[in-house]
């Protein structure tokens, strides 16, 4: 039961942006008690308590779920994994979205993306390969349609990292995800931005499917130097 305290606290939520609605809800987390393997409120009720738009819940859901922090279970709803207050939320990185930014953001994703490719290669399970299999095929798809593929990409590299078998890999990637999310964008600029790289992806997926690390960590590179061109070419 949510303590008579939590409605004092809800009138300064109303106006919170995403990061704020983030910090609300953990608030209101912590006002309920709710403990690891409890489930969190339905989405509409998160919505009326927190006076925020199911985008924003969505956005938060995804960002806790990056850090290990709730689980989704089909059919069931979303579980808190870890206790969770306002005073231990992720910060994220401050990494400037320009080109000096994102070329600096690009050097540390070249670190990360990797060793996440190799350890991939090494560890993935058969279901985590037919998820990298089924995002693979769906940014494939987009990008034979339209010619660039930004969120379907970022899928894709994402559930590498969820196939590492390292969670650290992927609460690193979400502190970079507001420049990772603007190094995307730039196919909204140019429709070919990357678009050289894209081969690249099945190269790199077959590398993993067969348990070569050091074949994966070549084809990342690969991407990665497309990419970093592209910056390069784009923001001059």
Same mark, same amino acid.
């Given at each position: 039961?949510?303590?008579?305290?939590?409605?004092?606290?809800?009138?300064?939520?109303?106006?919170?942006?995403?990061?704020?609605?983030?910090?609300?809800?953990?608030?209101? %987390?912590?006002?309920?008690?709710?403990?690891?393997?409890?489930?969190?409120?339905?989405?509409?009720?998160?919505?009326?308590?927190?006076?925020?738009?199911?985008?924003?819940?969505?956005?938060?859901?995804?960002?806790?779920?990056?850090?290990?922090?709730?689980?989704?279970?089909?059919?069931?709803?979303?579980?808190?994994?870890?206790?969770?207050?306002?005073?231990?939320?992720?910060?994220?990185?401050?990494?400037?979205?320009?080109?000096?930014?994102?070329?600096?953001?690009?050097?540390?994703?070249?670190?990360?993306?990797?060793?996440?490719?190799?350890?991939?290669?090494?560890?993935?399970?058969?279901?985590?390969?037919?998820? %990298?299999?089924?995002?693979?095929?769906?940014?494939?798809?987009?990008?034979?349609?339209?010619?660039?593929?930004?969120?379907?990409?970022?899928?894709?590299?994402?559930?590498?990292?969820?196939?590492?078998?390292?969670?650290?890999?992927?609460?690193?990637?979400?502190?970079?995800?507001?420049?990772?999310?603007?190094?995307?964008?730039?196919?909204?600029?140019?429709?070919?931005?990357?678009?050289?790289?894209?081969?690249?992806?099945?190269?790199?997926?077959?590398? %993993?499917?067969?348990?070569?690390?050091?074949?994966?960590?070549?084809?990342?590179?690969?991407?990665?130097?497309?990419?970093?061109?592209?910056?390069?070419?784009?923001?001059?």
């Amino acid at each position: 039961m949510v303590p008579a305290d939590w409605t004092e606290e809800k009138s300064e939520i109303a106006s919170a942006r995403t990061g704020d609605a983030m910090q609300a809800m953990a608030a209101f %987390i912590a006002a309920s008690d709710l403990r690891p393997g409890d489930r969190l409120p339905p989405e509409r009720r998160l919505v009326d308590e927190l006076s925020v738009g199911r985008s924003t819940i969505r956005e938060v859901i995804r960002h806790w779920q990056a850090l290990g922090v709730v689980e989704s279970r089909q059919g069931s709803g979303t579980y808190l994994l870890r206790r969770i207050t306002p005073e231990t939320m992720h910060v994220p990185l401050a990494i400037e979205a320009r080109r000096s930014g994102l070329l600096q953001m690009l050097e540390v994703r070249r670190g990360l993306e990797v060793e996440a490719s190799a350890l991939a290669a090494s560890r993935c399970q058969a279901g985590a390969l037919r998820i %990298i299999e089924d995002r693979l095929d769906a940014m494939e798809a987009v990008h034979l349609e339209k010619g660039c593929a930004g969120p379907e990409d970022l899928a894709f590299h994402l559930s590498i990292y969820e196939a590492c078998g390292n969670p650290l890999f992927g609460q690193l990637l979400s502190q970079m995800r507001e420049s990772v999310s603007a190094l995307f964008a730039l196919s909204d600029l140019r429709v070919d931005f990357a678009a050289r790289s894209f081969p690249f992806h099945r190269t790199l997926f077959n590398a %993993i499917a067969i348990g070569n690390a050091e074949a994966a960590r070549v084809e990342t590179l690969k991407i990665l130097a497309i990419v970093e061109e592209d910056i390069k070419d784009m923001l001059r």
